[in-house]
């Protein structure tokens, strides 16, 4: 027996792992828990969620004495125990999809950026199916609905517009033009606009016209 498993044996628990897989000493569960759960768990060796939730609603005495200590923080923080996910989806209509929350989600879901890498869908740390409320049956036929509803979640390449299906437009040269049918979209430089020269200022000359006279084969200009 390692450290672990001698300090887990000191506060009841069989082994180190028996600490952080829920339900109690000797069973695992939905939930962390510091006392024995067989006053609602029965002869089961797997605290479901729903067995958490009617024992808290019909018998809040029991499920006091299965909380406290490091357990009941570790709820109170949105945790869930290893290997929970597993067991509720192994219930199939009998599991709830159960997931993390506060700290424990935030974590779990490595924070905002985790969210935008995965766009905005929570992880499979987080929730049982990630598609489907959390709360809700994880029947079969349901799982299937929310999956198909959720579709295709864009990649992070495409969400960054690095994709060519995907090109920002606004980084498109100004004389590219979208390709059609008749044309293999090459793209066509339309032409500059005329430039209009605005005269500067000039000082006015008044010229007056010129008159021919003639004297006898003899053409003089004058002014009149």
């Known amino acids: 027996m390692g450290f672990f498993d001698d300090l887990a044996g000191a506060f009841g628990y069989d082994s180190g792992s028996d600490m952080f897989d829920g339900g109690g000493p000797g069973r695992s ?30 018998q809040p005495e029991a499920f006091a004495q299965a909380q406290g200590g490091i357990a009941s923080l570790s709820n109170m923080a949105g945790f869930r125990p290893k290997g929970s996910y ?26 905002m950026i985790g969210s935008f890498i995965r766009g905005g869908v929570p992880s499979a740390l987080q929730r049982v199916e990630p598609n489907v409320p959390t709360g809700d049956s994880l029947d079969p036929a349901a799982i299937q609905f929310f999956n198909e509803e959720a579709g295709e979640v864009p990649s992070l390449m495409e969400r960054l517009r690095l994709t060519p299906e995907f090109e920002n437009p606004n980084r498109r040269p100004p004389n590219y033009r979208e390709p059609s049918n008749n044309d293999n979209g090459v793209a066509i430089t339309p032409p500059a606009p005329e430039e209009v020269k605005v005269p500067g200022p000039y000082k006015r000359t008044h010229i ?10 003899i053409v003089s200009l004058g002014r009149r």
């Open 86 to 111: 597993d067991q509720e989806r192994n219930l199939g209509a009998k599991g709830i999809n159960i997931g993390t929350s506060g700290i424990g989600d935030y974590m779990a879901g490595q924070g």
């Open 29 to 58: 569960g939905a939930r962390f828990s510091s006392g024995d759960t067989g006053a609602f768990a029965g002869e089961s060796n797997y605290v479901s969620e729903q067995m958490y939730r009617d024992a808290e609603k019909n």
């Open 208 to 217: 007056f016209p010129t008159q021919q006279y003639s004297y006898g084969g």
